[in-house]
């Protein structure tokens, strides 16, 4: 199930970069914060000094996070998240990392301005400040790598967003794409965040799937839009369509469009290899060869494939990644290395673990 | 789980009804057959008089039939599919259903002319003769219930088509909609047939979706433009991108298409009402919600759901069917009601059984 | 999926018989309060006159009752527990069925009493009368048949008791076992009931088994020795070891126990196979084959496989029920049937839906 | 979804201990034997010089190994079986562990000699020599780690055995039970093997649990009954219930027997946790709480839960493992780290991956 991490060296600190982060873990019991606190367990520039967690403070970080051999690792307690603010002002950490839900940490953050003040570096996984206020830069490295580098606030986007986004990058930035984009993406029970509820139990959702939010519902499809009008420097409407699939965790995206020129499939697979040629967790499919979300599992990866139809007037462009790693966690690593200087890939791997 | 079928009372065989079919199910150990199996068992106005299964010939058919309760049944002998062909020939039976494989029925009926030539209806699950060839009628009631009514050769239509093209019929029928029609279907594993294989085994596919044959490759795409372009009198293009999700059976299809005059939701939610208000198996879900396969487990309804974006300009319609129902065995008993001039709904339940 | 209910012919009344129940569904919204709406609406010999949910009260029926093709039937409308008191005392309906959660039932008849007192018949899901207190009957009809048939107030048994007392029913009649018995089983999760939490939401059950409450702790363990031990005549001590697995219904129980003396593989087949010669409901694996749940879903039957082993000195029996049919609402209406002296396979099903 | 291995340093090969192993696996497109190169290729003192595979001989090792980032890795070569006794005889490899099933590894090695010959080491994943045929050692670390230490040629225990056997050892090494031992056991479907067959395919398992080759026909419960009876010294005779379920992996064992004397829970409960105080792959759970499968999913862990029912007469206890991990390769690992001297915990993991 699981495969060594890409780099164990310690990030060798060089120039300006620390040899070493502190990091306190908001909202650490929910997927995404777990997902976190394992990643950042096992980054070997990371050392995590705090864990927050409303439902689990005062209990052992061991019961939260299930599976931990927590004999053999220190554990950092698990605290209240209104206890972080103290810990932030006496500069007990540096590094604060939000897993929070929506409209929570911005909450938290107004009523406790040094935890929102004091840490160097803060990272958001919540959708709150994705729209740029407050100095938050958006964590896509793939389509903003030099913002991130110097930024101090960041807003890591959302699981649906990264993967329909990275689908279409190459076409997009290159303007070969009319608006409207017809989104289609599946996802992972995981995606709907840990409080339980009868519409994610297992009864309910086993055997089954189904369409929700559709069309321009979700704050996602806005995100999308939003994200790819300014890397297009054009308006680019899109329906959004998300389905719930009775898997934990994975997501599946697909996206058409009308080509602006006609564009054939061979082109297409070639401007897509040689925009992604660099990116460490970027793999384009050969032709005929589609994502599937096993091969990304507990990867930070995201697989994209590419062609055109109907003699090239239309674009297909499909992308899978695991929505707690790429599409939360692993991302927020990768963007956290960036922001900090070190090799981007330092502490995440880019192998799925399929079974 | 199951509820009671809509009508149990016998077709009265006023006029020219026949007061009962006597059927020949070819092809019964696959899902498809044992689904028409049970659902023949279960007809008041039909006989089932042999089953045949190359697999399971000379066995008890309660062994192939797991579940059934084969003490309290009277089960027809399983035999050799060769041995229909004496049986057709003496008589026997009057309906076959073939629920062969693509290629396999076509091909045992060039092997056995009296097999092909001797029942008085012949219903043919796969996609052999969904061309038209040899004087096979497209068995999609909604769009061709006269045509059915007086057929005696039918070819029962796919799984996907049959959902994609519910989904849109209305628009289609009226002329709304430009090509190319942007289609992303989901399918549980069972649309996959019955034989074991590697790709289809437990272990690769839970926790797991992927996309496979996306764009014009699978030939469910083919056979969607074909009648589509038939029903709109026009050329249809589209790309149809099909997904395998990690659940026994169901089918959700979103179709996205350019509207070639503003519409509004109201407008499109009202036209679909009123095409489908006669419809015994049809359900136009109100507007904001959405198809889930649960609703229409074991069911022969298909669920539809449709609204307009991006001021009018872009139709966004949905569909969920059982695959094996709807899609396959239910769809063909619906039709031999149709040919047989019995109540549509003999032996057929709307009812779904969600857990 | 579905498949014929075994006799649709209306009870024919004659005798003392009623031709017709008027039946109030308390708990309506739980599984096995959704799985007896079901089987009640379709009996021939039921009118569901009344569903009360606290949670759906006020709500079209349709709406809780996913899949169910609301435009077909004539559904009762869903009210407040506590309206079935007036309802009750004006005679609206003559037959209670409470599918309310353990101690609930027992608090609302404390609280309203016409409601405990008014119905002819009054049938309990929940654990509470399980006891025998207050004039209730233990209604498991291969034990207790004869007390059923003039029962009044009726408790029906729970899931695992069901399945684990019908596998070692006739060892234990026969006085051929020596406690204790070592009982242990699987269960769906429906069996957890439809409250939406942590521990039964899809993510946290997918792809996990686990054990709970193992030993002597599970009130389900206590209702079994009880029972074991009224058969037996002796006290029948027991472990009982439960264990969760990712399915949404069905159970496996697998008991061992010591033989008072040896007996042969084939002398405890046919004891078994005689016991259960004219049981309906119970199916007696040959030699060889095991129990599985796909064969039961949906099903009210109770499949049932035994063997000895070291040399006749240890006995291994094992069933397969469908929790929600046979381990609660199929048995419900198997009572409910012995009670109106009906026919007792009345709009009840024991073939399984596999798929 | 991963967690960095315990160890990463490279082993120091002080002494005799070789600095590094070069390792052939053969078999390695199976289940285990893909688990089996994910931890060598992530071993830091394993060079993975050869994977054969019949099936898979000739294509790149990348699209066998289904996730892993192919780019990223210097992945070997995948051969025929038969083309590795060449690189035998030439010394290319120093350690061949064979993950082919029953019966092939002994048929294939009487074909090639050189391939049983050559190796300093052989580790065998099937159950072809835990009789010790041939001087292969068994190897489980925790019953007879001194065995191991010296040994090179050794049978790698079962999965069902591991996991039972860890449950009971501390009481059969004390002399605590008497048989027979009544065992009941789940196994996700990667314990069937990786041949795609009807049986294990998701449409036929999905939503269902069932009992299998119950009693005392499986071989696991020969091969438990045998290395159990050579712990306790007598001879220890046991009923072995396996149970599949629709899961990918991981395996939950229960155990009872009767005790000799009265033992207290505590009493129990301390003894489990001295025997394995020092054990880095066992955990002994709190009183009261039980195993799951997904807190050592992908883990080398075995968790263990015991305790005493009945005044002290019945011994209940419980364990939980990956199959595919402590119960094939990664307990092969662990093995393989012993016999070369190195820290046993070497390229391992304690901790599980739940989601």
Same mark, same amino acid.
């Given at each position: 199930?699981?495969?060594?991490?890409?780099?164990?060296?310690?990030?060798?600190?060089?120039?300006?970069?620390?040899?070493?982060?502190?990091v306190?873990?908001?909202?650490?019991?929910?997927?995404?914060?777990?997902?976190?606190?394992?990643?950042?367990?096992?980054?070997?520039?990371?050392?995590v000094?705090?864990?927050?967690?409303?439902?689990?403070?005062?209990?052992?970080? %061991?019961?939260?996070?299930?599976?931990?051999?927590?004999?053999?690792?220190? /554990? =950092? =307690?698990?605290?209240?998240?209104?206890?972080?603010?103290?810990?932030?002002?006496?500069?007990e &950490?540096?590094?604060?990392?939000?897993?929070?839900?929506?409209?929570?940490?911005?909450?938290?953050?107004?009523?406790?301005?040094? /935890?929102?003040?004091?840490?160097?570096r803060?990272?958001?996984?919540?959708?709150?400040?994705?729209?740029?206020?407050?100095?938050?830069?958006?964590?896509?490295?793939?389509?903003?790598?030099?913002?991130?580098?110097g930024?101090?606030?960041?807003?890591?986007?959302?699981?649906?967003p990264t993967?329909?986004?990275?689908?279409?990058?190459?076409?997009v930035?290159?303007?070969?794409?009319?608006?409207?984009?017809?989104?289609?993406? /599946?996802?992972g029970?995981?995606?709907?965040?840990?409080?339980?509820?009868?519409?994610t139990? &297992?009864?309910?959702?086993? %055997?089954?799937?189904?369409?929700? #939010?559709?069309?321009t519902?979700?704050?996602?499809?806005?995100?999308?839009?939003?994200?790819?009008? #300014?890397?297009?420097?054009?308006?680019?409407?899109l329906? &959004?369509?998300?389905?719930?699939?009775?898997m934990?965790?994975?997501?599946?995206?697909?996206?058409?469009?009308?080509?602006?020129?006609?564009?054939?499939?061979g082109?297409?697979?070639?401007?897509?290899?040689?925009?992604?040629?660099?990116?460490?967790?970027v793999?384009?499919?050969?032709?005929?060869?589609?994502?599937e979300?096993?091969?990304?599992r507990?990867?930070?990866?995201?697989?994209?494939?590419?062609?055109?139809?109907?003699?090239?007037?239309?674009?297909?462009?499909?992308?899978?990644?695991?929505?707690?790693?790429?599409?939360?966690?692993?991302?927020?690593?990768?963007? /956290?290395?960036?922001?900090?200087?070190?090799?981007?890939?330092?502490?995440l791997?880019?192998?799925?673990?399929?079974?």
């Open positions: 199930m699981t495969l060594a991490v890409s780099s164990r060296s310690r990030p060798s600190g060089t120039g300006s970069a620390p040899a070493q982060a502190r306190a873990v908001l909202g650490a019991s929910g997927y995404s914060g777990l997902e976190l606190a394992r990643l950042a367990l096992a980054h070997p520039g990371l050392e000094v705090a864990l927050a967690s409303r439902e689990h403070a005062g209990h052992p970080a %061991g019961e939260m996070i299930v599976g931990l051999d927590a004999d053999t690792r220190r /554990l =950092p =307690p698990v605290v209240e998240p209104t206890a972080l603010a103290e810990s932030a002002a006496a500069g &950490f540096d590094t604060l990392v939000s897993c929070l839900p929506h409209g929570a940490w911005r909450a938290l953050a107004a009523e406790l301005p040094p /935890l929102a003040r004091s840490p160097k803060i990272i958001d996984l919540s959708a709150d400040r994705r729209d740029g206020s407050d100095g938050y830069v958006y964590g896509l490295p793939e389509a903003f790598r030099g913002e991130i580098a930024a101090t606030r960041l807003a890591n986007p959302g699981c649906y993967a329909a986004t990275l689908a279409v990058l190459p076409g930035e290159s303007g070969w794409l009319e608006g409207p984009l017809y989104v289609s993406a /599946l996802s029970v995981s995606g709907a965040g840990r409080a339980g509820s009868l519409r139990s &297992f009864v309910e959702l086993e %055997g089954g799937a189904s369409i929700y #939010r559709a069309g519902e979700h704050a996602h499809g806005k995100e999308m839009t939003a994200q790819l009008s #300014r890397i297009a420097g054009t308006p680019m409407p329906s &959004f369509v998300p389905h719930l699939v009775p934990a965790r994975g997501i599946v995206a697909t996206v058409h469009a009308k080509l602006s020129r006609p564009v054939s499939p082109e297409a697979y070639s401007l897509w290899c040689e925009r992604y040629a660099g990116e460490p967790f793999r384009v499919l050969e032709p005929g060869t589609w994502p979300t096993r091969a990304v507990g990867s930070n990866r995201c697989d994209v494939a590419v062609t055109t139809l109907h003699g090239g007037e239309t674009l297909l462009a499909t992308a899978a990644i695991d929505n707690l790693v790429k599409g939360a966690a692993g991302q927020a690593i990768q963007n /956290l290395n960036l922001m900090l200087g070190w090799p981007e890939t330092t502490g791997t880019a192998d799925g673990s399929p079974w």
